[in-house]
């Protein structure tokens, strides 16, 4: 099911309902690109930590936005059957009374997207608005002091706006009081615009929508528009107008009331977007980021991290993809076994059950929701000898899953995954090797990275002028690399070793050298003398 600004405020309150009943949500977002190529060693690395990677992953959040959340409610109807609610909703910055936002497209994002049939028009014409925190106190503000303004500064906004505001002053000349006219064709956000416009230049106007993309005009006396507005009945009272521009942001604040489980798929980046457009900006702090994470949503579950376990206890094909991941959970690898939970899709949303749509958030996040059920369905099966119900509850999926609960996938870094209910466990890499340039000056990272490129794929950094570290998550790429430059002119590669190759041990066993000898040399003079 589509959901743009035009149907938003219509569909909140079962999206509530839905949402309370539900058993979990999974989700999953669209953006307009992932790393901002722009911003310096801004590409994620082997080498990184996590709060190292959360300063990078924090730039790029600040410089994209989203284009599409996906939303797939789960509820367990009966015994052994969940329903599935699967939303699309398009997202568009709110434009009322804030600075006007700015954000980056990426290129290699957008023609992906494209590929995929994204309908970027969607995004554009109708995309609900949302703001954080920090944006809607500003409005606030705005809003008490009367000096709020629309920042609609597309052509297309703008004439909507001039052609309303036209035909206002055009009929209003000759117009009686109590006299009314309709404004047509107004869609979705231009509703609650045209009529604070027309309010703020026109002390003699009222208006109401109607509906059908019509608003009424009336020409009415000042006083009688000062009564009209302390009417509980004004549709643009202060308060509506926050909720009109707080848009998905009130469907985000129902989530985090309702403290479901939250499931994603590879979701650091969807949560990172979740804080910084719906909650607050991102903190400088990585600490602080996990802590109102954990806060906002007490049980996260990223199927990433799920479907790694379950490739390891299970005979579980190597692949990387959701749409991969789910299409062989489908294939019943636990035949013996009870079978899995039936997941039926509702039905204003079973296109999904007809048609694949990878890429499209909806089905993501319907995928993502239904692969957590057949991967803990399938540990729950292998982690018991005895014979498991027939209909295991979605509680014992959680106990079967609780190693995994709270851990978000940590792609090429330091972790093997980031403990936002707990400390970060390190991940085991395959050792680091050295590599000692003879003969060969001047050489750089990048010309390192492109001499192994050929053979496998390693990151590098600069240890000292003529050394560099490679760092790999493949065992057979270190072999592979140590015996192929066993005899290089120019290239030794070894192990690394901290004691024998960091430049800190280095200097500080010279300096240890250094004063170990100045001490010999003085206890030796002072013997000397002293004969």
């Not at 969607?122 to 809003?143: A, C, D, S, T, W």
């Not at 013996?336 to 949303?349: M, R």
């Not at 901290?498 to 004063?515: A, D, M, T, Y």
């Amino acid at each position: 099911m589509e959901v743009g600004a035009e149907s938003f405020a219509g569909c909140l309150p079962r999206l509530r309902r839905r949402i309370l009943r539900a058993t979990f949500v999974a989700l999953d977002m669209e953006f307009t690109g992932l790393h901002s190529t722009s911003l310096q060693n801004n590409e994620p690395s082997l080498f990184d930590s996590p709060a190292e990677r959360y300063v990078k992953a924090r730039q790029s959040v600040q410089r994209f936005t989203l284009l599409q959340l996906g939303l797939a409610i789960f509820s367990k109807e009966n015994s052994n059957k969940y329903v599935v609610h699967s939303y699309n909703f398009f997202l568009f910055p709110s434009t009322l009374g804030i600075r006007d936002v700015e954000f980056t497209l990426s290129a290699s994002s957008i023609q992906f997207l494209s590929h995929y049939g994204f309908d970027f028009n969607k995004f554009l014409k109708n995309g609900i608005p949302y703001m954080n925190e920090v944006q809607e106190k500003i409005l606030r503000q705005h809003l008490l002091a009367g000096t709020w303004k629309v920042c609609s500064t597309s052509c297309a906004n703008r004439d909507v706006l001039k052609k309303a505001i036209d035909e206002v002053t055009s009929w209003i000349d000759a117009a009686k009081e109590e006299d009314t006219m309709i404004l047509q064709d107004l869609n979705g956000y231009h509703m609650l615009d045209v009529q604070l416009v027309l309010r703020q230049a026109l002390e003699n106007v009222w208006t109401e929508p109607l509906g059908d993309k019509k608003v009424m005009v009336k020409k009415v006396s000042p006083e009688h528009r000062q009564l009209l507005e302390n009417s509980s009945h004004d549709h643009c009272q202060k308060k509506l107008i926050l909720l009109s521009a707080r848009g998905f942001t009130n469907l985000f604040q129902i989530l985090v009331k309702a403290k479901k489980p939250l499931v994603g798929h590879n979701m650091l980046m969807d949560l990172m977007h979740l804080h910084d457009k719906f909650y607050r900006p991102l903190p400088e702090s990585y600490e602080e980021f996990k802590k109102n994470i954990h806060n906002l949503f007490p049980v996260i579950i990223d199927t990433k991290t799920v479907t790694k376990s379950v490739q390891k206890k299970c005979l579980f094909p190597r692949v990387s993809s959701l749409a991969e991941v789910y299409a062989v959970l489908c294939s019943n690898l636990n035949p013996k076994g009870p079978p899995c939970p039936v997941i039926a899709l509702a039905s204003g949303c079973s296109r999904y059950a007809e048609k694949k749509s990878p890429h499209e958030a909806g089905y993501d996040a319907f995928l993502c929701g239904s692969v957590l059920l057949m991967s803990a369905h399938l540990l729950l099966c292998k982690s018991t000898d005895d014979a498991v119900e027939a209909e295991p509850s979605f509680s014992q999926y959680l106990t079967v899953l609780a190693e995994h609960v709270n851990k978000v996938n940590f792609i090429r870094g330091g972790v093997s995954s980031i403990n936002f209910s707990g400390e970060d466990a390190p991940c085991h890499h395959p050792p680091a090797l050295v590599v000692h340039v003879r003969g060969w000056p001047g050489l750089t990272e990048r010309q390192i990275y492109q001499e192994f490129k050929a053979c496998c794929r390693f990151d590098v950094r600069r240890l000292s002028k003529n050394q560099f570290i490679l760092l790999s998550n493949k065992y057979k790429h270190v072999r592979l690399v140590l015996r192929n430059y066993r005899h290089h002119p120019h290239l030794q590669v070894s192990v690394y070793r901290h004691w024998r190759h960091s430049p800190s041990v280095n200097c500080l066993l010279q300096i240890s050298g250094i004063v170990a000898l100045w001490s010999l040399l003085a206890f030796a003079l002072g013997g000397a003398r002293s004969c």
